[in-house]
């Protein structure tokens, strides 16, 4: 500490000869004291001063939180697990990981809880069973909402989901092939619209069906918009709240957009249901909006309240529209760029189904495993929900890559490093289906959905869109990029609208 004092009065001096004034010379004097001792505790008394690490991140978590917020966690996570490997300092207190063996180690324990950082997922300022660090709310929430999100219970939902999903999509391919035979889509709006299209009818009960009506675009960008906002606006949250509530407060009407949206929608919920209790109670509906009507505590019988179903459902529409839609719009373009692959979908898909079968997600997950294969291979190469899952560390810390993490140290697990490794995946920037054929250990290792008792309640869900989305595109219709592909250029949806972007043609 003497050597920073004296740096300290040198460097004050100095200041004040080159004509800075007395209080702003103290004010950047007492920063550079403050950089320099973090500067020496860190890197030569901190416990994690043996992993490798940017050291701004080991400065200041606010390197971590503005990487967050700015929406490059991806490539943060690319850049440093190539130059650091599987253990990186990526704050003060925390780093990441991304050996398969360690992630499922810590993800499948209950003694490694969920880190402030979930306090982000608070949309309505309620916590949902995502955004709660309460390991018995956890608990009580799963024996509530867990028999709704089974695969018995979603099963039961497979006709809303086909209606409102794929038949709804082939509507409206059929109309634009009606007009030439051949047309140009674009997946990414396409399964936006579609994914929200069946979000829409399973969480608020609204049949909306988008592609029908001439103003798509318009509910496209809404429905975008405001649910982007409140992505950003949760992330935001890890500013000071002056600074959090300034930059908001002009958008704040896009969040108060989707809160009327919901609330009307579980008040129509509940008028409903008193006409049906005069009615029949089998008429009662199959959805995700009654399942948070319905369910309660096995043992208390506590229902959840109407701002409790507002946060559960809002948790639904953000986390249910588009990582679907990503992942499905990934995996058309990952087939456009390895046709072989999409020839092999293609062929399997149809030597096993007519063209005028619909393909159901039992069909699919039973007589489909090369399409399987696709979708995981996908999810690997493209970690669309989520790249870093900050856990932390239990009482009495825990040794991960031979470096011991003391009580409280943050871990997050790095899914994309994680999904490529070198030392696990053989050519892991190269998309391959083939290393899922027959191998439930590469099966198990795509965390896209977590893991172990922490696995995400909404993946039946999500595979059932995806796998009965996929299967039935690949045997009804022909596709490939268009022609003049190599002009619209690598970056066509930022230059220009949705309508004039087509992604592939079929």
């Keep these: 500490m003497a050597v920073v004092a004296h740096y300290a009065l040198g460097l004050h001096q100095r200041l004040a000869q080159l004509g800075w004034t007395e209080y702003t010379g103290l004010a950047l004097t007492i920063l550079a004291v403050v950089f320099i ?67 499922r180690a810590v993800l499948s324990s209950t003694a490694f809880l969920k880190h402030d950082y979930y306090k982000i997922l608070r949309f309505t300022g309620i916590d949902s069973i995502m955004s709660t ?44 092939l009606a007009d030439g035979g051949r047309a140009e889509v674009n997946f990414c709006s396409t399964f936006t619209l579609c994914t929200f299209n069946i979000v829409s009818r399973l969480v608020y009960g609204q049949e909306i069906e988008v592609f029908k009506t001439t103003s798509s675009v318009d ?15 949760a992330l ?3 500013l000071p709240r002056p600074l959090f509530y300034i930059i908001t407060l002009p958008w704040e009407h896009k969040y108060k957009q989707i809160a009327s949206y919901v609330y009307g929608s579980i008040a129509e919920r509940k008028q409903l249901l008193s006409k049906l209790k005069s009615v029949d109670e089998k008429s009662r509906p199959v959805d995700l909006l009654q399942a948070l009507v319905d369910c309660e505590e096995p043992e208390s019988k506590v229902r959840l309240t109407g701002e409790q179903i507002h946060a559960e459902s809002l948790l639904l529409l953000i986390g249910g529209i588009d990582p679907t839609a990503y992942s499905l ?33 039992a069909e699919a997950k039973a007589q489909l495993p090369y399409l399987e294969a696709c979708i995981l291979e996908s999810m690997r190469l493209v970690t669309v929900p989520g790249v870093q899952i900050p856990r932390t560390t239990p009482p009495g810390g825990t040794t991960i890559q031979g470096q011991y993490l003391p009580e409280g140290t943050i871990v997050f697990a790095n899914l994309w490093g994680s999904h490529h490794s070198a030392e696990y995946w053989r050519e892991p920037g190269r998309f391959d289906p083939t290393r899922f054929l027959n191998n439930k250990r590469a099966q198990h290792s795509v965390f896209t959905f977590g893991y172990g008792n922490r696995i995400c309640m909404g993946k039946q869900l999500a595979l059932i869109k995806m796998f009965t989305i996929l299967a039935n595109l690949l045997k009804d219709y022909d596709m490939s990029l268009p022609e003049d592909y190599t002009r619209r250029g690598p970056h066509v949806l930022d230059a220009v609208s949705v309508d004039e972007a087509p992604v592939s043609g079929y």
């Excluded at 509910?219 to 606006?233: F, P, Q």
């Excluded at 990934?330 to 393909?359: I, N, Q, S």
Aim: with cysteine.
């Design 236 to 238: 935001l949250q890890l």
């Design 329 to 361: 719009t990934w995996t058309m373009h990952l087939f456009m760029l390895y046709p072989d692959c999409y020839r092999e979908a293609t062929r399997e898909v149809r030597g096993v189904f007519g063209a005028h079968h619909t393909v159901t997600y």
């Design 37 to 103: 001792y973090r500067l020496i505790r860190e890197l030569y008394f901190s416990p994690l001063r043996h992993i490798p690490g940017p050291l701004f991140a080991r400065l200041t978590k606010r390197y971590y939180e503005v990487v967050v917020a700015m929406g490059q966690m991806a490539p943060d996570a690319r850049r440093n697990t190539q130059k650091y490997g599987n253990i990186y300092v990526c704050q003060p207190n925390g780093v990441s990981i991304s050996n398969p063996a360690d992630i």
């Design 133 to 176: 660090r309460d390991p018995h709310m956890v608990s009580m929430k799963r024996r509530m909402l867990g028999p709704y999100f089974s695969s018995t219970y979603v099963s039961r939902m497979e006709p809303l989901i086909l209606e409102h999903g794929i038949n709804a999509i082939k509507r409206k391919w059929d109309g634009l």
């Design 219 to 233: 509910t496209l960008e809404w429905m975008s918009s405001s649910t982007n906002y409140i992505s950003v606006r």
